[in-house]
Structure formats: structure tokens, C-alpha cells
DNA sequence: AACTATTATCGTAATATTGCGTTATATAGA
DNA sequence: TCTATATAACGCAATATTACGATAATAGTT
């Protein structure tokens, strides 16, 4: 069907599965070092900085956006583009957590 | 076009991206929460703790296995799974650099 | 008001993903 | 060999994603 069964899974499966979208395509891994990297949070040149066009860069950030682990403060005429510092944190932690649980198996 | 311009992109940004489609989808969260959980990577019964059918699991066993962050251990007539603690290693690592790589912004 | 720069949205096309039923395959044990 | 069990593979349908050109929207500037 190609739609997700986010319904029989927990509020907490699908957040993490969210968050890992963020960083599950290349271009958005990209944007979101760009944007790591550069504290000043300097922005629309991600469209001189990335390969693609304009357009698919904006729907990329759209979905940052919308995961909200990117937030965009208006600066006419740009859109300055940053890390929602919150959302970062809950990704360290939930990947933290996550990936710590595990302990070795015994096979 | 629906096909990910991977050429453009580095090795990193595309193996990160990889690395974190494994999380990207909530039955594929449940399945590694699974696996991380019972040491003993007992497995089948995936299909009876998880609200999809078996072929269903099968194919996101398949993608797991793909990326490499799960491997099967054939013990007839079941296969046992378990996690690949290198490539679990490589997520935490790779996970742990990028999320801390971030140290604020100046905005 | 017209112009410019920047970003968002729309429309479209191609490909990928998700999910499941069905079928095939493999193996242990009767 | 036959059977039951377990997993993989196939094929289909529906939806999602990716990408881009073109167009619109926004907000300063002149």
C-alpha cells in the first residue's frame, strides 16, 4: 500500500522513526551538518552549497521543519534556517538511549 | 524523479543516511528494539510481536539485513537473527559524532 | 507602484516504499 | 517420503518520496 501502519505502532516508535528521517536521505544529512557546522546559522546559500535545485532544497527543509528539528526565523528578504537546539537534544537522547540498550547478544 | 541523486552526495553522507533508514520506519524500530532487547536473539516470533504479516517483517528483515546492522543465523528449520554489533557500533559512533558535532548557534 | 531578491508552492514525472496474499523453498522429525 | 513449520521470494496495488522547472508569494528598495 505504501502508506504506513503508524496506527499500530507507539507514539514512541513513530518519533524515533521521524527523528531518523531526518538524517535517512543525503541531502538532509547535508543540510543539517551545514547547518551544525556553521553556528551563524548563515542560510539560503545551502542552495549554492548542495548540488540540487532550489526547489528540492526547500522541500527538504520543509520536512526538517516539520520533524522541527530545524526551525526558520525571517529575515527579509531570506529565511535564516537553524538548528532547533530542543529537538537536537531529543535526537541525542533518544539515538543515545536507543543505541545503548543494546548489550551484546549471547549467539 | 523519486530516485535519491546519490552520486552527488560523499560516501559519509549517504552510508549516515543508510544507517539511519534502518530507524526510519516504525516496524523497523520495533523489530531493533526487539532484537536489542532479548540477548538471546531468539527471532521467528518477530511475526507474533509485531502487528504485520510475515512477509511484511520479512521484507524489513531484508532491508536490515541490506545495511548490514542485523544478520541471520540459520538454525533449521528457523533463522535466528540477531544484531551486527559492528555495524550497531559504526550507528552509535556515526550517531554520536554528528548529534554532538552540533554545539549551538548564535542566533 | 514597479523592481529585485529570496523562498515557497504547484504541477508533473519517475522511482521507491509499504503491505499483503500467495507461492516457493528448506529442514526437522514422524 | 510425507508433513509441519519457518522463512524467502514473487507479484500486485496503493501511497510516498525525490527531483525539478515554472510560477507565486513576500518583503524590502527605489
Known sequence: MGVTKTEVFSEKENRIADLAKAFAHPARVAILTYLSENRTCICGDLVEALPLS???ISQHLKELRRIGIIKGNIEPPKVCYC???EV???????FGLLLNAYQGCGC
Open 54 to 56: 532550489q526547489s528540492t
Open 88 to 94: 537536537w537534544q531529543e535526537a541525542k537522547l533518544t
Open 83 to 85: 538548528i532547533n537546539e
